[in-house]
Each structure stands twice: as C-alpha cells, then as structure tokens.
C-alpha cells in the first residue's frame, strides 16, 4: 500500500473516530446545506400553495372555455357545452356591480358560481345557497357591513330597467377575498340581471369514465358558431387556464425567491468564513500530529491532500445532513399545517437539487479547507519535538495580505463616492436606480474583502475601544480582553462572519424604516382617515344640513374633518383644463405627519399658497415658490405653489386654503368629510359604517379606507418579516460559528485554564471569563458591522430615487449590537461551562 493512501487513510479513520469534532467543525455547512435545500422546497410548496389559492379556476376544472381573438363565452357556448356527451357539470363565470336603488355609492359585486359541487369557490355557511329567481347568497363581512342577513331584501338597479330589482339573500358564504360587499348567485340568473349574454369564462368538469380527447374534439365543434361575429372562444385544459391566470403571481414568487437566493448565497458565504477559522483552528491544535507525520516520511503535498479529504468527508457529512433535516420539515409542515386547518401544498421531489446541494457543499468544505490545509502542510518535522501539540497564533497579516485590504478600501470609497455623486435630484426623470444598486454591491464587497484582509490588524484598536468597559470589571474582563485580543486572527475571522450578518439585517432595518415611511406618506394620500363620507352622486351634491354636527357627537368618531370639493378647476393657459379641487386642511388629521412633499413644504399650505399633485404641476410647467393662477368659469384666483405631491387625498387635483376656494365663487357647504375610529376592529368599523349611512339618511356614500391602509400595512409587515428572516440566517449561521470557535478554543487552551485554575481562579470566574469572550467577538462583529452598515444603508436608500426618506432606527439598531453579543455569548457559555470542569491537574498534564 503506498504512502499516500496510508496517509490518507490515517487521517480519514482519525477524523471518523472523532464525530464530535467533525460536527463542530461541519456545523455551519450543514445549517447552509439546511437553508439551501429549505429554500429549494420553500419555492416549490409557496408556488403550488399560490397555484391552487390565486387561481379563479377551480381544481376540478378539466377544460375551460375563455375569450379569444377579443371573442367572449358566451351563455350559448354554455349550453352548448352542457349538451355535450361525457360532461359532467358546466358552469358559468361572470361578475357585475350594482348598486342599491337610492344609495348611490353603496352596492353589491354580484359574482356567478355554482355554490355546491366540485366546481364551487364558495362554502355555505348559513341558509341555502340561491335556487330560484331574484335570491342571492353574500359573504360573511357582508352581512355585517351592509346589514344584510338570511331572509333579508335589497333593491337595486341593475341599469337593464328603469324599475329596481328585488333580491333576497337566502345564505351566507365564506369567500376568499371578502371586500365587505360581494354576493353570488347562478350563471342563469346574474346573466339575467346583467341584462346580457356574456361570459368571463365556462368551466367544463368531465365524467370519471369521458375520453378528454373526445369531449375535446366534440366541444370545439359545439363552440362553433357561439361566440360573436369575427371569432368564437377558445378551448384550453383546466391546468393551461390555471397556469395563465397564476402566470402572474407565479412570476412574483420567483422574483421574491430570486431575492431570497441572494440572502441564502450570502448565508454560504458566511459558513465558508466560518468554516475556514475552524479548520484553521482545529489544524493549528494538531500541529504536533502533522510534524510528527513530516518526520516519518509524509511530504507536504501527500499532508495537503488527506487534509482536503478530511474537509471533503466534512463537507459531505453536513450537506447529507443538511438536506435530510430540510427534507424532513419541508415534507413534515405541510402535513402540520394541514392538521391545523390550513391548505398548503406538498413539494415535489426535487432530487437533483439534493443532490446539488450535496455536491455544493462538499465544494464549500473544500475552499474552506485549502488555505488551512496550506499553512498546515507547512509544518516542519522539528515541531514534533515541542512539548504543546499547537503553535502560537499569527497575530498581524503579511505583505500580500495588506496589499489586497489597501486596495480593497481604496476602490470602495472610489466607488461610494461614484454613487453618491450620481445619486439623482428631486422629481428626475428617466431614472434607473439598477446601476446605482449594482455599484453599491460592488462597493460592499469590496469593503468587506478589506475587511477580511486587514481584520486583525483592526481587532486590537476595535477591542482597546469595545473593551475598556471590561477591563474595569476585574481581572476577568482584562483576561476575556487579553484572550480575544491574543488571537487576532481568530477574533477578525469570526467577527467578519458577524459583522456580515450585522450589516445586512441593519440594511434591512434602515430599509424597512425608510420604506415604511414612504408607504405611510403614500397611504396618508390615499386613506387620510379610516372613514370617509361624500355626498351621494345623485344629490345636490352637499351634506346634508346639520350632518357633520351629528357626526361629531358620536362618541365612536374622532378628528372629523370636513371638506368642499368643486370639479372643473383648470390652470390658466390650458397645460390643466380640469382637476378637483379641495379645501381640506391637512394639519387636523391624525395622519398630517405621515405627508410628505415632493418638492417644497406642506406647511406653506394657507391662504394664497397651494399644493398640486405633482403631474399637474409638470403639466403646467410651475414648480413651487412660482405663481399660478386657477380658474372656474369666469373667476380666477392668483396663488403661489407651495408643495407638490404624487398622492393626494380624496382624489384632489390641488389642495388649497378655505378663504381661496370662497374666491373661486365655491358655495359655503361641504360636500365630503373624514374621520378616525376612537377604536380600531372589525366590529367598530362595521358600527361606524352603520352609523354613518343611519345618520346620512341615503344621502352620503360612505368608504371604509381602514381597510385599504390594513392590506397595505400587511404586505409590508409579511415582505420586512421574510427579509429579516432570511437575513437572520447568517446571523444563525454567524452564532454557531462563534459557539464552535469557542468550543474548540477552549479545548485549545485546556492548559492555560488548568494554569489559571491553578493560581486560584474559581470555576464560575473561568466560565465567566471565556463567555464574555464569546461576547465580545459578537461585539466586535456587531460594532464594525454596524460602523458599514450606516453609510451604505444611506447611500442604498438614496439611491433608489423616488424622493423615499432616509430612517435610521437608532433603537432597533442598538438593540441588534445588543442582542448580537447576548446570543454569542449564549453560544460560548456551554464550552465555557465545560472547561470550568475540568480539574486544575488534569489540565495541566495536556500537551496543549
């Protein structure tokens, strides 16, 4: 047998018998493997899950008849279609608004659907779903909202007859989707009320024993001839109509997914620096082993080798433990879920990319592992004679090294000047933030490889700031200080890893800040209050006399503001020839500091001085502290701009001061006004909506805008959610680093604490001592971490245009520093509990 395989061998069988040094040091490749292959079957369970509840068509659906060369279905096409042999239900889809008859404002979405079968997207909860003529079923929120119980009647007009229709609801639904004013019926009886014969789509469910092909080919020709003139409707499968109408939303998943790939790359990264330091570790506490095997005959290319192999044995360990424990909760939860009432899908089997994985981090172990095996490989066969089987950590960086750091920062801050000297202007057209995003990873990149490059020349003046609280703690802070500062190299590898996760997540907290901010200013616009309430379209146009009196001795109300809004505005010289304009005063809302002005000051906003939305204002060509003037008929107003914005309230074209619209001949009366729930809930918005219509008397047309702000605050709050928990991977993968550099430190320097054992440290100051050292390398991640994070967060949100405003949430980035070193210094604590047990003696009697 040769020398090398022996070799090889050797080390294989060495690192075989030590499985628990093998899973510290594949630790995190395998939570890498673990969110790699996790996200795999993430995508696949989220795009299924989406399929099957965003797509309008059924499941059951075999085939679908659609519009085609701009041809609609038509009710012909549906009895055609129910005519056909081997069909075994077809049905109709179509949708119509009504509104009720002396409520202007106020109505129904009267959608079709079968109500049972397989074809059904509605359940019955309450009654009986509609079987007769002029009965309808609505969704629960419906009930509440419009006061509309089983056995209940509303009139309405359906614009097919000068006389109102009369229908009774017979059930109560549940619905996905439910806006507060949906109701359904059958095909026959809403084509009825629609007063014509058009379709959105027929749906066809075949029989069990039916030929597919033959009820195909005898559906194309009963289409013949159905549709109008110039076409007929197309024929497709059920699953080509559900993947058309879920391409959509498909391709957002895989938009979110890509971002989300870039997050999990970022969380390999993090495990191959991780990685790294604990080979280097691991290796730096065998360095007798390797002498010893220089001076038996082992080469250092033949030591390099098994070394790699051993890294690859880890590599492959992790990835096959990763992907099974993906495996197991990516097959495990859907299974959870579903015993909890909730319909998700199962993934697919998606073997190659196991196998990829696999194969990935394997490819991982080994980059982590060649630089280590360098420097290990180089041991001389003289070390054998030394009496500690490690060698003493390299504390500065050599010339090559600094060169790349020296570089590294220089083409950062080039480049990050680059960006901030092209950021864009208020209101530029034309931009494209991609570059200026792209330029800003590049920049990022670079940094932090200055950062790894130059780490530990940077811990000890990091640490002379970081950790002179410490040192004023006693002599177990001066010796936590001592040790991380001993090592720098060890301290720079880990805390890189650290700040890495830092600066991401503090990234996306400055992000979500800045983005939850410009939402704010945007729904401020479009719901200034929870409850708004305008004159009915059929009226005078006014509130009634004295409704705003009533509305203000509610004690459910609160901040009523209310309002005249006149059409038919225009800006003298013919740029704007009609707008709305409002008088509403903007400070008494509740919602005035969440406003912000594209160009200029909202607090400008008075008596000669106007604010425009801001497309109105490029039409005219005046931007604000220029003079305008408004006509209306044959009055005509000279007034100043004070601000733009792009979103403005109740849908005005230009807000102005009370006393301006008085001299566009406006009458005194208001014709809209807002208000605020003095509690927020379902329940209190279903009262105040009641309220309002009872003391409106049919009058007024009331909009709830609470429920617009929810879905808005909710995407956000589910997109920042997802962000910081991908983002908080490498911060997991950041944690199990620290704790495994810990834990092999501490069986590193197993003689140093027997020593301080030995002249009179207690247990618990040991266990103290090398868990604030744990600590501090979260510390020091998290300062430097948050020291990058700052200026590139500034320039990310600068540079994405669009007049968004830079937030930096000083608390929640105090408390990531904070939390940061707790959880590290959680994760030392078990090596640290371990080698406080350990007796001085013992100790002592080690060769390390």
Known sequence: MSR???????????????????????????????????????????????????????????????????????????????????????????????????????????????????????????????????????????????????????????????????????????????????????????????????????????????????????????????GYEGGTPVLSSGEEARLTEAEAVSERVHELFAVIAMFVATAVVAATLVATSTFRIVFAQRMR???????????????????????????????????????????????????????????????????????????????????????????????????????????????PRAVVGILGVVGAALVFLTVVRQLPGTGQDGYDPLRQLLLIVASGTLAYAALVALGPVLVRPLLATVGWPLRRLGPVGRLAVGGVGGAPRRAAAVSVVVALGVTLIAGALVGSASLTALSKRELAGMAPGDLHVAAARDGDGFLPDGFVERVRAEKKLTTVVPYRGVPGVAVAGGQVESMLAVDLDLHQLSTWEDFGAVDGSLTDLGPGRVVLLSHYAEAAGVRPGETLTLTLGARTVELRLAATLDNTPVDAGVLLDAADLDRLGVPAKPTGLLADLVTDGEDARTSALKTLRTLGGGAVAVQVLADARDDVDGDLREVFGVMLALLGLTVVVSVVGVGTTTALSVVERTRESGLLRAVGMSRHRLRAMLTVEAGLYGLLGAVTGLLLALPYSWLTVAALGGNVPVEFPAGRLALVVVVLAAATALAGLLPARRAARVSPVAALATDG
């Open 4 to 226: 090398r395989s022996t070799l090889l061998r050797t080390q294989l069988g060495d690192a075989a018998r030590r499985p628990a040094r093998l899973l510290l040091m594949g630790l995190a490749m395998v939570i890498a493997a673990f969110v790699a292959f996790g996200t795999v079957l993430a995508e696949e369970i989220t795009e299924r899950t989406v399929l099957g509840r965003l797509s309008g068509t059924p499941a059951a659906a075999d085939l679908v008849i659609g519009p085609g060369d701009g041809e609609q279905a038509t009710t012909r096409a549906l009895a055609a279609a129910r005519q056909v042999p081997g069909v075994a239900e077809a049905v109709g889809r179509t949708d119509v608004y009504v509104e009720f008859d002396g409520q202007p404002g106020t109505g129904l979405s009267l959608l079709a659907d079968p109500g049972t079968g397989p074809l059904a997207t509605v359940r019955v909860v309450t009654g009986g779903y509609p079987d007769a003529p002029g009965e309808i079923a609505v969704s629960k929120r419906t009930v509440d909202r419009l006061d509309l119980p089983v056995g209940a009647t509303v009139r309405i007009s359906t614009g097919v007859s000068e006389r109102p229709v009369t229908l009774t609801v017979s059930g109560v639904l549940e619905v996905p989707d439910d806006t507060g004013e949906l109701a359904y019926t059958s095909d026959r009886e809403l084509s009825r009320l629609a007063g014509h014969d058009g379709l959105t789509q027929v749906e066809v469910r075949l029989a069990p024993d039916a030929d597919p092909d033959a009820v195909r080919t005898a559906l194309d020709r009963a289409l013949a001839g159905t």
């Open 289 to 399: 082993q390797f002498a010893l095997l220089r001076a038996v005959g082992a080469d250092r290319s033949h030591l390099f080798r098994a070394l790699v192999a051993e890294g690859a044995l880890t590599g492959l360990v992790a990835g096959t433990g990763g992907v099974l424990a993906a495996a197991g909760l990516g097959y495990g939860l859907p299974l959870l879920l579903r015993g909890l009432g909730r319909e998700v899908a199962f993934p697919g089997r998606p073997v190659g990319a196991a196998v990829a994985v696999v194969l990935g981090t394997v490819l991982v172990a080994v980059l982590a592992v060649t630089a280590p095996a360098v420097s290990a490989a180089r041991v001389a066969p003289l070390e054998a004679l030394r009496t500690a089987s490690t060698t003493a950590a390299q504390r500065g960086v050599n010339r």
